[in-house]
């Protein structure tokens, strides 16, 4: 095993901080992971690693070392990307993760694009409507939809959604049309609840620059995306959400637009990935291809 190899492994145990995990996402052998650094400590002349029984952390002299080795392992990979001399030729696996229905609807669909530009590359496309944790999960990206909370991660903007309200005609012909946020009281809404916190959010609508809120009466509530647009589609009650992903529903008919001057504000959309000085010809090629895919659904960035 190489120098490099012995790096990758360091800061791959380094991020997941077990050996077993590091392992299971390289696609190694513990004893591999574990040889590899007793070799790596002993040719640096340090130890690099406390290992306990239920995690393993850096040493001050594994903390010194761990930006370095970042640096030195993506210099590498771009060396090695280099000496090939087509961009097809971009190699490796990637491991990315997006919200459910953007996998669906939107990337899934397109990936025969992506993968005919760059044959060599392999993609790991999980879909979950949670924010994952991208280190002990061993995911290169992911794209967040909403606000983001305070982390390490690095945020690249896309853009951002706009949002519309909207409910069946068979809700509609049964309650009536809501001619406003006022009029929410007398109406019933589709709680969408955050499958990290569990807590419903708030009907939100704009008012001049300012973001108003409140929670009208549900009956239901749904923590995925496709469960809360078919819960609409049943008559259920109104909902917000994303323009693309119920354009054919009101093109059909069977959504319809409702308080078109109290939409809740865009929702921005960035793509995110663990701190490190470089990046990878690998998440360069699949960024730049998703913000070009994105782009007519996306409003501009604000």
């Known amino acids: 095993m190489d120098r490099v190899d012995q790096l990758r492994i360091f800061l791959r145990i380094a991020a997941c901080g077990s050996f077993a995990q590091a392992a299971d996402q390289l696609d190694l052998p513990r004893a591999t992971a574990s040889l590899a650094m007793q070799q790596l400590e002993r040719r640096l002349g340090v130890r690099l690693l406390h290992r306990t029984t239920r995690r393993v952390v850096l040493t001050l002299d594994g903390e010194a ?65 949670r924010a994952i944790d991208l280190v002990q999960e061993g995911v290169d990206c992911a794209m967040r939809v909403g606000p983001l909370a305070p982390s390490s991660l690095v945020a690249r903007p896309l853009g951002a959604f706009e949002l519309v309200n909207c409910a069946s005609p068979a809700y ?106 470089y990046l990878s010809q690998r998440m360069q090629a699949f960024s730049h291809w998703l913000e070009d895919l994105l782009r007519p659904h996306l409003a501009a960035h604000s």
């Not at 392992?73 to 771009?78: G, H, L, S, T």
């Not at 953007?102 to 005919?116: H, K, V």
């Not at 078109?260 to 929702?267: E, F, K, V, W, Y």
Request: hydrophobic share 40%; net charge negative; with cysteine.
């Open 65 to 129: 070392l761990l930006e370095r080795a970042a640096a030195i392992v993506a210099d590498m990979e771009d060396l090695e990307q280099q000496s090939r001399p087509a961009a097809g030729a971009i190699s490796g696996r990637l491991r990315v993760d997006v919200p459910s229905r953007i996998a669906r609807r939107l990337i899934a669909p397109a990936l025969p694009d992506f993968l005919d530009r760059h044959p060599r590359m392999d993609i790991d496309l999980g879909s979950t409507d």
């Open 172 to 277: 509609l012909a049964k309650h009536g049309t809501p001619s406003g946020p006022e009029a929410l009281s007398r109406h019933w809404v589709i709680d969408y609840q955050s499958p990290t916190s569990g807590r419903a959010a708030p009907w939100e609508w704009m008012d001049g620059g300012d973001a108003r809120t409140m929670h009208p009466p549900s009956r239901v509530s749904a923590n995925n995306a496709e469960t809360y647009i078919a819960c609409a589609l049943a008559g259920l009650g109104l909902i917000q959400v994303p323009a693309f992903d119920v354009r054919e529903h009101l093109g059909a008919g069977e959504l319809v637009e409702v308080m078109q001057d109290a939409r809740p504000g865009r929702m921005p959309v960035n793509l995110v990935y663990p701190h490190r000085r």
